[in-house]
């Protein structure tokens, strides 16, 4: 499968703790990006990565979370200090160049209990 | 502000019958705008897009799209859904420009019974 990967697929922490998420996009795409999925919603944009710099973050974005993409290949989001209403689907997504439209990985789901 | 309307957040069809879902947007900009569905327990699938040229956007699984530029609309069709379309569409509204971030709707669940 060359799609969109996402490790793990459910995650479930104690407040408080930090949590780390990994995305693999497809090999050729230049963009990826960062959603966040609350029940009842749809996307929401956290981040965007253009090879390995990061362009834009969202306001939704507090200081507790940060994303990499290290050499512009797969990408990890960091979670420090988890709360509960950090519970939700983190999607990542990859593109290339300009309105390819998105491939969307699995998710993985966060739970903080 | 920049928003993507879906009005019709439960929708539920008979096999057979026709589907249009509402989709508005408020957006200052260049926009790129785009239908996703989610079938349950998989991702995001890209339904169709729309760029630019002919208003009227065809899609996978005979769906189409249809943009109107004055009314900031772009709602989804289908004339004859199947049991198999049951699951949850989402509209997107695209930055043409820069980032290329989406702003999303809330989403419609589509229920199909066969």
């Known amino acids: 499968d060359t799609g969109v990967s996402q490790d793990p697929r459910h995650k479930i922490t104690k407040r408080g703790q930090n949590v780390t998420f990994r995305c693999d996009p497809i090999?050729?795409?230049?963009?990826l990006y960062w959603y966040r999925q609350t029940l009842g919603q749809g996307p929401e944009f956290l981040t965007y990565?253009?090879?390995?710099?990061?362009?834009?973050k969202s306001r939704l974005l507090s200081d507790r979370f940060s994303a990499e993409r290290p050499k512009g290949s797969f990408s990890t989001l960091e979670i420090q200090r988890t709360e509960q209403g950090d519970s939700a689907m983190y999607l990542c997504?990859?593109?290339f160049g300009q309105g390819s439209g998105y491939t969307f990985g699995s998710g993985t789901r966060l739970t903080v209990v | 502000a920049q928003s993507v309307s879906q009005h019709n957040h439960h929708v539920i069809l008979s096999e057979a019958a026709s589907l249009e879902l509402g989709c508005n947007y408020s957006?200052?900009?260049?926009?790129?705008l785009f239908w996703y569905v989610q079938y349950p327990g998989q991702h995001l699938q890209l339904l169709l897009k729309?760029?630019?040229?002919?208003?009227l956007v065809k899609g996978i699984k005979g769906f189409e799209a249809e943009f109107i530029k004055s009314k900031f609309s772009f709602n989804l069709r289908k004339p004859s859904v199947q049991w198999s379309d049951t699951a949850e569409y989402f509209c997107?509204?695209?930055?043409?420009?820069?980032?290329?971030?989406?702003?999303f709707g809330t989403g419609t669940r589509l229920k199909v019974l066969a």
């Open positions: 090999s050729e795409h230049n963009r």
């Open positions: 729309y760029f630019s040229g002919d208003p």
């Open positions: 990565f253009q090879n390995e710099a990061q362009l834009e």
């Open positions: 957006y200052g900009g260049t926009v790129n």
């Open positions: 997107a509204v695209g930055d043409a420009s820069g980032t290329y971030k989406y702003i």
């Open positions: 997504a990859s593109s």
